[in-house]
């Protein structure tokens, strides 16, 4: 059966599309079962992200009963569902990664099916098939497709979003309700997966609501809806970790930047930074095709245009089609290039328009090709990309990793950890080095795999660390040779280690490229140090002496966080200090352990509580009202945030209840507080750092 004739059946087509996924799905398992490598920073991170969910959603072995702000808690930066999607995933199909790699080979089943409709819509089956065939022989995709990120879900998301969106706001064919909510889902999926999907969704909401003006009453309300839908999705989320969201989202792309020497978004180089990929994530001949035919496409309307031009032309039905491509490719383009972290994998939400032009590109090629030599050459235009791209994916295989030592050294470091402790007890790695094949991420990883309780941490980065990692940790992983990407701090905390005599090398793991990694335990004969427990009790009532306390308190548990990680302390902590309340609800010191218990555990309205009955314990105190008041504003509740603040300066005159009170004010509205914020924000810091 030819070509013409299966993409003359819509059952014979739809088979055919599904015959593309299924033989890249192939390739992609070929790769992931004999190719792959232990999974780094950012791969094992998201692959904890996933595990988490599932042992929240009690999917998989090891989980607990969680709760709806539990399961927030575990998305502090990046939104929940593609780890919730992708921990279904590793419950059917197992948790090693290679195993929990098939949700990448789902998600690209649903870019395929997305580029499909988007060929249909524009313009017809074969055009749809050369869009497909493009997504699956792109080296760019195919290493997404490979490489346990959030992109692949993100495109696939987007271009979902997209199509359904555009399809709503022509002016020809939208402007259904069904539209609208199918376009709500997909916008709702693309936000919860990663908040870079911004860069498409929002110009894309910019140019609808423009153009909403010419529209009827219904579209308008059609677009009120949407919003909505969207906003009362993502906040939930949002609402309870926006915090860390924005914090995490500065490091990444600010400080990130500047560590990485990226260039300046004003640099006449960052401009062009991402212009020079495109054809490594196409192959050449993809590449010159494509845009040798969209050449063709621009000179022939160029040749059409009768003057003067009519723009409204722009918009026709066939056109507004293009115009929704062309824009939403050259604003997402535009807005990714302006981030000052550069990265060839933050352009991939521009990738399948791209792919849509390209495949324009080679469909003109074939229509010329016909009309100058009257020869069905369009599906022979795809052979020799074809073959190229092949070339550009199987550079990438690389050498045959045996199975058995598949994951190493970390797979056999955790094997050898779990040997010699309980199953079920809850313990913490600190890693010292940082690579890519052993870091604080793949050991936590594959630490929890099959149900265990092994966290990995990193330390070292300060001098501050030295004495706790030597007076408190059970388990360290060492590096001799080369260390990773750590600061010159670590290695004076391996040469303490060493030198300590506390702990004892228990097995060590050559490398390939010289050098090995060593795994050490604690001696019996060393000191032990002090339970966390009364620690933590007196660093929570340090609370009351203000900003001092409250430095020496994130120090200390800073540190304690990473040599415990499973925060084992907390729980009799709160128990004991309830314990105390019931007894003795005046109790000072449990009110303060369950203020900071609750703090620390993104608590706003529980801290809240406590710290109002230490408001009314110690009134002469100003710092509980302080601590409301900042959890007030935690809590987006600004209005009782100014009013605690303003209340307790009245009783004392601490600068800083004056500045939380101006601040919560403008928070909350009061702009006629703006010039004493000015004022007042300033004296309150410098009397923080005194």
Known sequence: ???????????????????????????????????????????????????????????????????????????PKIPPLASILNGLVISFFGDTPHKAAWSLSLWNGFLIFNMAC????????????????????????????????????????????????????????GGKWIQVIISSIACAASLLIK????????????????????????????????????????????????IMTLSGTYRAVFESARLEGDPSI????????????????????????????????????????????NFK?????????????????????????????????????????????????????????NLQFKFKFNSLLLVSSIGFSFLYIFEMFGVFVPLQSKYYPVNEIISEVKSRQDKYKKDTVIVVPSTPELNQHNVSYFGRMKGGNILGRQLGQSLSHKQAVLNQSNWIVLAEGNQGSVPKNSIALDQAIRASGFFEKIREFPRKEGGSYSLWKRNSSAPKSGNFYNRFIELANGMEKGPSGVKLIFDEIAIHHMIDGHFNYQQRVKDEALSKIISDPKNKEALWTLS???????????????????????PDNPWPSAYRSVVNLASWNPWKASKIADIAFSQNKNIVLKALGDTSGVLGGDLTRLSSSLKSVPKALKNAVK
Request: glycine share 4%; hydrophobic share 50%; net charge positive.
């Open 118 to 173: 988007w060929g249909l819509y524009l313009k017809g089956k074969r055009y749809s098939f050369i869009c497909v065939l493009i997504t699956s022989l792109s080296p760019f995709l195919f290493q997404l497709r490979t490489d346990y990120v959030l992109e692949l879900p993100l495109i696939s998301a987007t271009t979902f979003y997209l199509f359904h969106f555009g399809r709503w706001s022509s002016p020809y064919s």
């Open 266 to 309: 004003f640099d006449f180089k960052s401009i062009f930074w991402y212009f020079p990929f495109l054809n490594i994530q196409f192959g050449n001949i993809i590449f010159f095709i494509g845009i040798s035919g969209l050449v063709l496409i621009i000179l022939g309307y160029i040749r059409s245009l009768k003057f003067p031009i």
């Open 596 to 618: 900071l218990l609750m703090i620390l555990s993104n608590r706003p309205y529980e801290a809240d509580i406590h710290l109002e009955k230490l408001e009314n314990l110690i």
């Open 195 to 242: 908040q870079s999907s911004l860069l498409v969704i929002f110009p894309s909401i910019v140019f609808v609501f423009i153009v909403s003006f010419k529209r009827n009453n219904i579209f308008r309300l059609q677009l009120f809806f949407f919003a909505c839908i969207n906003l009362f999705t993502i906040l939930p989320w949002f609402y309870h970790n926006w």
């Open 313 to 369: 032309n722009i918009f026709a039905i066939n056109n507004y089609k293009w115009s929704w491509i062309v824009f939403n490719l050259s604003t997402t383009w535009i807005l990714t290039t302006l981030i000052p972290n550069k990265d060839i994998r933050y352009i991939s939400s521009t990738i399948p328009l791209i792919i849509l032009l390209f495949a324009l590109g080679f469909y003109e090629w074939g229509h010329w090709i």
């Open 1 to 75: 059966m030819s070509l013409k004739n299966i993409l003359q059946s819509k059952k014979n087509f739809w088979t055919l599309i599904l015959s593309i996924w299924l033989i890249s799905t192939l390739v992609d398992r070929i790769w992931w079962n004999f190719f792959s490598t232990t999974p780094s920073w950012d791969q094992a991170d998201y692959l904890n992200s996933a595990l988490d969910h599932a042992r929240a959603l009690s999917l998989v072995e090891g989980g607990e009963p969680f709760g709806f702000k539990s399961l927030l808690d575990l998305s």
